[in-house]
């Protein structure tokens, strides 16, 4: 039986394919049409689920849908009724598309898909709460949903048991943690729905000035971690913007404008509503657990992409294991939708596994002869290695000589983040390489932190860390040992002067309050991507390397040869590894732009 999940029309639109409970293939829409965090019915996405599972449309049983159209279109007109006149020029933007395709969703999948069986629907937070819970290791857990807002929920926890989720409790909109922190990123300059980890980066830079006024004016908190925010102060309901010029007064002034310079008072305001967002959190995650009494906990939802708060609950919290859906956002709603419909909806037994999600290795891969097909056509120079171990020592010794190379290996992740297979690598001892990542080839903000891979054999060598991370969803401190003492002058800096201040052995992947947001990498997961790290630690001593996202800024991860292959021309990366094949960047010709799309070029998947 063939299962195709699908998430679309808010953002990140996905399609994920189960066929008898194993997960064959998912990926974001946006790998394939280049628009970053895709919003538009998942065509692409779905052709590729079921290119990779050799069918066809019409082998499809079903097609799960992640939420109910008609309940939450029944929110947006009811908020629309309640702040009127306010929000009409809202209510003109909305309207068209959801009369056009939204709230008719069985006719829209159907035409979309060319597709005439059964189409399922399952409410955004049973979403959530499957993506959770039917991937994770355990087989019974408690689990916290977190996002902006589904169809009214925003906030949900339950139970998971056997074959079946249950929803206990939920909070509902417009009272939401994720549209709060929403409107701090919209506030201070980034982009809703997009800039969210921008701001929880921004952090550590500042203090916590403002946590007084936010829990007295914004947010009523809690015991349990339940809150209520004061709509005084918000737009999102019913307008076109988050917040309002209440907020406004409130803060000393208007929203940060895009691409302007931060002030020390978007430092604050980011660290503020972090710490806010960590006690609701970590309270929830107390409560959660006195009433479930259950040892272990699964988190999704597009809060569950914070991963200091996730760290935090992790270390101080009273769950046993926390396990974190890798595509813990909208996309990963087109897995847990499946999944709901696999299990929950047709009765299907389900046994715990750890691999179950296959480490979120679900995209499209590319073997070497596509590779060489590739290059070969594009008169690219390379050299190609037959040999395991005679490729991972060249690319462990480019690393290790403070190169920057990126990294295309097997199948694409699933999620936001690069895990080893679309990767950019580089050497975490070196105390230039943030910045030359960040301005050279990121071509991105100077404040944002790297993130480490590291054997998870030997992470605890490196970080106050005891759990598996392999998502890299849990921020955890630097271990004591390899931080150095900083100088009186070095305790004094502020704002981005802390950038300068080298605070461990490990420069380039720790943040300034000695932090780092960890991928611990076993063998079983991806024996390639463990063995060059291993290699690296042979040569260098040091078990970990600077893992980042192959992409450049406003771009998504890159997905194909082609695709990689322009994003390491057209930056200042030194070396490309492509499945088997090594490229120096000092050997290429001059880079012509592409005018056709590789994959229709050479008619290959």
Same mark, same amino acid.
């Given at each position: 039986m063939n299962i195709l999940g699908i998430s679309a029309f808010y953002h990140d639109s996905a399609a994920a394919l189960v066929r008898d409970g194993e997960i064959v293939a998912a990926a974001q829409e946006e790998r394939f049409s280049r628009k970053k965090h895709d919003p538009r019915f998942p065509k692409l996405a779905a052709?590729?689920?079921?290119?990779?599972?050799?069918?066809?449309?019409?082998?499809?049983?079903?097609v799960a849908f992640y939420d109910k159209p008609f309940v939450k279109f029944e929110r947006l007109l009811t908020t629309y009724l309640?702040?009127?006149p306010r929000g009409i020029l809202s209510f003109y933007d909305q309207m068209p598309g959801w009369l056009k395709e939204k709230i008719f969703m069985r006719r829209t999948v159907r035409k979309e898909l060319e597709y005439d069986g059964q189409v399922l629907f399952c409410s955004h937070h049973q979403s959530h709460a499957a993506s959770a819970f039917f991937p994770s290791p355990f087989e019974k857990a408690a689990f916290i949903t977190v996002d902006g807002v589904g169809e009214w929920a925003t906030t949900t926890f339950g139970v998971g048991e056997g074959n079946k989720v249950k929803i206990l409790k939920e909070i509902n909109f417009p009272h939401s943690l994720g549209l709060l922190y929403s409107a701090f990123t919209y506030f201070t300059g980034f982009k809703v729905n997009s800039g969210e980890y921008k701001l929880m980066g921004l952090a550590p830079y500042g203090e916590p000035k403002y946590v007084d006024v936010i829990r007295r004016e914004l947010i009523d908190i809690k015991d349990d971690g339940s809150y209520r925010l004061n709509m005084d102060y918000f737009d999102y309901a019913g307008g076109q913007r988050m917040t309002n010029a209440k907020l406004d007064a409130l803060f000393g002034g208007p929203p940060r404008k895009a691409e302007t310079k931060?002030?020390?008072? %978007?430092?604050?305001?980011?660290?503020s509503i972090q710490d806010v967002t960590e006690e609701v959190m970590l309270k929830m995650a107390h409560h959660v657990h006195a009433v479930t009494g259950m040892e272990n906990l699964c988190l999704a939802g597009g809060v569950a992409l914070n991963c200091v708060a996730n760290g935090r609950i992790l270390r101080e919290g009273?769950?046993?294991d926390v396990w974190i859906q890798p595509a813990a956002g909208d996309a990963g709603n087109a897995l847990g939708s499946a999944l709901f419909a696999w299990h929950q909806v047709l009765g299907n037994a389900r046994k715990a596994d750890k691999r179950r999600q296959k480490a979120t290795y679900l995209g499209p891969q590319y073997s070497d002869e596509e590779i060489r097909t590739f290059?070969?056509?594009?008169?690219v120079p390379y050299e190609y290695y037959a040999d395991e171990a005679a490729l991972l020592d060249r690319v462990a010794g480019v690393l290790a000589s %403070?190169?920057?190379a990126g990294w295309f290996q097997g199948r694409m992740e699933f999620g936001p983040r690069a895990l080893g297979a679309r990767s950019i690598l580089g050497d975490p001892r070196s105390r230039q390489m943030q910045s030359v990542l960040n301005l050279k080839i990121k071509f991105r903000e100077s404040f944002r932190p790297f993130a480490p891979s590291v054997l998870r054999e030997r992470a605890g060598e490196c970080f106050e860390l005891d759990h598996d991370s392999p998502y890299m969803l849990v921020v955890a401190p630097v271990r004591k040992e390899r931080l150095r003492e900083l100088t009186a002058e070095e305790k004094q800096a502020q704002g981005f002067d802390k950038l300068k201040v080298i605070r461990s052995d490990l420069p380039a992947i720790t943040h300034v309050d000695n932090s780092a947001r960890i991928q611990t990498v076993e063998k079983e997961d991806n024996p390639r991507y463990h063995g060059l790290i291993q290699k690296f630690y042979e040569k260098t001593g040091c078990p970990v390397i600077i893992n980042t996202s192959f992409n450049v800024r406003g771009e998504p991860i890159v997905c194909t040869p082609q695709e990689a292959l322009t994003c390491f021309?057209?930056?200042?990366?030194?070396?490309l590894v492509l499945?088997?094949?090594?490229?120096?960047?000092?050997m290429q010709k001059n880079w012509v732009e592409p005018d056709k799309n590789w994959m229709e070029q050479y008619e290959l998947d």
């Open positions: 052709a590729y689920c079921l290119r990779e599972a050799g069918i066809g449309i019409e082998q499809v049983d079903y309640a702040v009127a931060f002030t020390q008072r %978007e430092m604050d305001l980011a660290r009273p769950f046993k290059l070969d056509a594009e008169g %403070e190169n920057v021309m057209r930056t200042k990366m030194d070396f499945g088997s094949f090594v490229l120096d960047k000092s």
